[in-house]
């Protein structure tokens, strides 16, 4: 539904159908971040910019590798990368693409997109499509 919404506002807005290309983005990365740096002071409103442990890169979803040495001999952190499925599977999205029940998010109007979502374990995703997007987006033009 969300596909066909999108086409439909695009061509409202004047854009031909030969020039929409379609794409939805499908993973988030995964951050350490203190619960004390991810809320904005004495709310349980996610910062625009926390601040993150860069030694300590969660893992991602079940594809997700554990990191360790490349062929140069030097450690590679974990990609810490979730897919689409994987963010539902853990728990972080509904299977609507909307963030799941109990996790944290942050709605960013300008860009029209979910930049933030907080699990209570303390993992950031960032940069999640969320699906009315899809419909909002054409009248950015």
């Known amino acids: 539904r969300a596909a066909v919404a999108a086409v439909k506002a695009w061509t409202h807005a004047g854009r031909p159908t030969h020039r929409i290309v379609f794409n939805v983005a499908s993973y988030g990365h995964s951050f350490s971040v203190p619960p004390s740096g991810a809320f904005a002071s004495r709310t349980k409103t996610l910062t625009a910019f926390p601040t993150f442990n860069v030694s300590n890169r969660p893992l991602g979803d079940t594809w997700d590798d554990d990191g360790g040495v490349d062929v140069c001999g030097v450690y590679e952190d974990p990609g810490g990368t979730f897919n689409f499925w994987g963010l539902i599977d853990s728990g972080f999205l509904a299977a609507k ?9 942050r709605y960013d109007e300008c860009s029209q997109t979910v930049n933030g979502v907080l699990h209570p374990e303390g993992r950031l995703l960032i940069s999640l499509l969320y699906s009315r997007m899809c419909t909002i987006r054409p009248h950015m033009l």
Do not use: K, N, Q, V
């Open 97 to 105: 693409a909307t963030p799941a029940e109990g996790i944290y998010y």
